[in-house]
């Protein structure tokens, strides 16, 4: 499992990568609890996060997670 600071009303998407198992997402408007992720059914899930961070884990498989960040809080690789 593993915890992500992000500040509430921050936008959380998980994409699994290979058919997963036993995600859960806390911290989250919508939790999600032992739920099953496939690349070829349930593509991606957005979610909001609710308070200072967020906790993914899953038991069995691969996901992508991304979060949302404002373009000022962006990197910058200009020249």
Do not use: C, K, Y
């Amino acid at each position: 499992s593993m915890f992500w600071p992000a500040p509430a009303g921050r936008l959380v998407s998980v994409l699994p990568l290979t058919p997963a198992q036993g995600v859960n997402l806390r911290g989250v408007r919508w939790p999600l609890a032992d739920a099953a992720l496939h690349p070829q059914g349930l593509i991606s899930l957005s979610n909001q996060v609710e308070g200072r961070e967020f906790e993914v884990s899953v038991g069995e498989g691969s996901l992508f997670v991304f979060l949302e960040l404002p373009e000022a809080e962006q990197p910058w690789w200009g020249p």
